[in-house]
């Protein structure tokens, strides 16, 4: 496009929303009890992205954000990055901050890391930011900003510290004791959007903490919900109006200072909702951290002025690791110096419509994938391979072992292998008792175009359908990095008057 005095136009501020654990039916616009007027108001005047995935878990979702890269070539396609692990994403890689500032923009960070802080190195101001602030590890307390997490020690054994994860640049931030962080988080955002040059683009990377647990927020959220009567659920109603009064105030902020006119706005969930802290994904099957519909089906949109055909409701296959490619795209700046990327420019296809050029997605593949929440009627600690789900011998001679956890989707087709994760319909927030299926099976197809629920298992219907989703398994399994997932390190230690941080 061309500006009215023949210029091309300036490169468009984007700022990225990341809200945690926000689950499917927790958006007003999905038909939630909760009311999210902020989100449903920017969503309707933009792009809702209902065919949209992420990762199941914190760490993967924000690690293929950043590269671009599914979390198979990372060497990172198991679990999070505990505290004390000594690991982050490969330093090798090039992240979307450093081509954003290579495409000549201010990049700032403010919120939620979780990408590795072993050493300095791997900080968000050494990986392309130009500011940073906000904490470093997955999750904290939301008023004190401090962790407690036990520390191994020779003997076998460990002991509990509890310390501060708060950072401002790379220093430890001091004097926020009391202060909610979703509101905490806004007012940094608020400030970093009255200072920002109009004439110079920005990238703003906002990663709220809410809505991930621990269930705390302010009474006065929670006061329009006594009519919810889980307690749980109340809590976390409550949460949610915060966040979306937080993006209401980011969007407002953005137009007092004359920029929203030239912003684009991506608003994203890192992962499906977590049943055990509040958060609904009906009607989908699973909830976070399972390969589920429930637990990699995301809320996002677009939302800005600058997109042709506003009010729209996008169902082309998007994925998170989509927006390094399109972001980059969107500022005019270029991949070079990436690594293969996963990752496709989807920019026309969100506002113009045009098919995604997307037509497979791997979801995961993890060897080592262990269940670690209780799910009803399952025992704990379940891991893929465990006897209880049913072998199907057709299937098991292939050269994908069908008894790892793993999950791909091509067109409407998802095959899944393993054990996927809680494999519950939990229901509807205050509606009747979940629905349990037949035993899970060590394959699994779905046309979730046409089943979204997940409800309708078909891969004795489709079998050739079935042998080349093994194989593109395959595919991908024999290209896939080995797992990076060290013991963790007793020097993590911050010690008694210390805080989270950098120790090798």
Known sequence: SVAADGQPPPPPHIVVILADDFGWHDVGYHGSEIKTPNLDRLSAGGVRLEKYYVQPICTPSRNQLMTGRYQIHTGMQHQIIWPCQPYCVPLDETLLPQLMKQAGY??????????????????????????????????????????????????????????????????????????????????????????????????????????????????RYVAPYNFIKDHNRRLYAGMVSAMDEAVGNIT??????????????????????????????????????????????????????????????????????????????????????????????????????????????????????????PCPGREEGVSSTQRWVSTNDSWSSQGFNVSVHAAIRVRQWKLLTGYPGCDRWFPRPGGP?????????????????????????????????????????????????????PDADPRCDPGPSGAWGPWA
């Open 106 to 219: 201010d990049t700032h960070m403010v919120g939620k890391w979780h990408l590795g802080m072993y050493k300095k190195a791997c900080l968000p101001t050494r990986r392309g930011f130009d500011s940073f602030f906000g904490y470093l590890m997955g999750s904290e307390d939301y008023f004190s900003h401090e962790r407690c997490f036990p520390i191994p020690i020779p003997s076998n054994q460990s002991q509990s510290r509890c310390a501060l994860d708060l950072r401002d640049g790379e220093e430890v931030a001091t004097g926020y004791q009391g202060r909610y962080s979703t509101e905490l988080f806004t007012e940094r955002v608020v400030n970093i959007i009255s200072k920002q040059d109009p004439r110079k683009p920005a990238f703003l990377y906002v990663a709220l903490q809410a809505v991930h647990s621990p269930l705390q927020v302010p009474e």
């Open 252 to 373: 407002a902020a953005l137009r007092d200072a004359g920029l929203w006119n030239n912003t684009v706005l991506v608003f994203s969930t890192d992962n499906g909702g977590q049943t055990l802290s509040g958060g609904s994904n009906w009607p989908l099957r699973g909830r976070k951290a399972t390969l589920w519909e429930g637990g990699i089906r995301g809320v996002a949109f677009v939302a800005s002025p600058l997109l042709p055909r506003p009010g729209t409701v996008s169902r082309a296959l998007v994925h998170v690791s989509d927006w390094l490619p399109t972001l980059v795209g969107l500022a005019g700046g270029k991949l070079n110096g990436t690594k293969p990327l996963d990752g496709f420019n989807v920019w026309k296809s969100i506002s113009q419509g045009i098919p995604s050029p997307r037509i497979e997605l791997l979801h995961n593949i993890d060897p080592l994938f262990v269940d670690m929440g």
């Open 433 to 485: 008792n979940m629905t349990l299926g037949k035993p899970v099976k060590s394959v699994m197809l779905f046309n979730v175009d046409h089943d979204p629920e997940e409800r309708d298992e078909l891969s004795e219907h489709f079998p050739v359908v079935v042998d080349y989703l093994l194989e593109r398994l395959d595919h991908y399994q024999q290209g896939a990095r080995p797992i990076v997932f």
